[in-house]
């Protein structure tokens, strides 16, 4: 039998939540950015769940760009992460308060 | 069957985001997450989504988690993130997480959870037909814009000479 297709969208309001949690409890920024690569994969997830449950059979195609720019904004914000780290020497949120948030 | 490796991928993946959270090493973090994201490969396979479980397997456990465990690894903190005792941050931020959590489940509670229509697995050969017919503009555009984001890091990265 197979599994219905809610059971992939609740997993993934799961593992959006989670991301949350992740992205407020971690204190640097390499932390904080794998926990929104963990929410933009949760989103993925439930967009294909609901996919499969409206039988919309051009999702895959549009997972297939949503994972491909989630790879170049990785490469992307990894360069500012490595950035910040030379002009700052830490990535530790706390320590970049230059704009006094 | 299928449901026993749904529960399993599922706990793998929860369990190993939690690891994530849990955890003060980012090396650890980085690797907790892989396994988080190929048991989500496993789920898109499952979901019929063949081709998409091998792209997620090989660009985010593959690629993407590469490059953060090179980033982790030229950053190097030897000392590692100093844990702060501000709790009440955590207390908040698990608050505000309840509270979007009870935003979806309201806003997903209008979806009517009708019997689904068997929806057959795209093939891959399908999939190209797609990418090459109906989505060709913006499989040229997603060209271009990883192109932009290959230069744009490294000129970012790059150490100015003076």
């Known amino acids: 039998m197979t599994v219905p297709a809610s059971y992939f969208f609740i997993l993934s309001i799961v593992l959006f939540v989670l991301g949350i949690v992740a992205f407020f409890v971690k204190r640097d920024l390499i932390s904080q950015f794998m926990a929104v690569e963990v929410m933009l994969n949760s989103a993925n997830l439930a967009f294909l769940a609901l996919a499969k449950a409206a039988a919309f059979a051009d999702a895959q195609a549009v997972v297939f760009f949503i994972i491909t720019v989630a790879a170049a904004e990785a490469s992307i914000g990894l360069a500012i992460v490595l950035v910040i780290f030379r002009r700052k020497k830490s990535i530790r949120t706390a320590d970049l308060d230059s704009m006094k948030g | ?162």
């Open chain 2, 1 to 162: 069957m299928m449901i026993i490796v749904f529960f399993a991928l599922a706990v793998i993946c929860t369990g190993s985001v939690l690891g994530m959270i849990i955890s003060r090493n980012q090396g650890t973090s980085a690797l907790l997450l892989v396994l988080a994201f190929a048991s989500l490969g496993g789920l898109f396979g499952l979901l019929g989504a063949g081709f998409l479980a091998v792209v997620q397997v090989i660009i985010y456990a593959g690629a993407i988690m590469v490059l953060f465990i090179f980033v982790i690894m030229m950053i190097n903190l030897r000392e590692g993130i100093v844990p702060e005792k501000r709790t009440w941050t955590i207390v908040l931020s698990c608050a505000m997480a309840l509270v979007i959590l009870g935003e979806i489940v309201f806003a997903a509670r209008g979806v009517a959870p009708e019997a689904p229509p068997a929806l057959a697995g795209v093939s891959p050969t399908e999939l190209g037909r797609l990418l090459f017919t109906k989505y060709l503009y913006p499989f040229e555009i997603t060209s271009v814009l990883i192109l932009a984001a290959l230069v744009g890091a490294i000129v970012l990265v790059k150490k100015r000479e003076p």
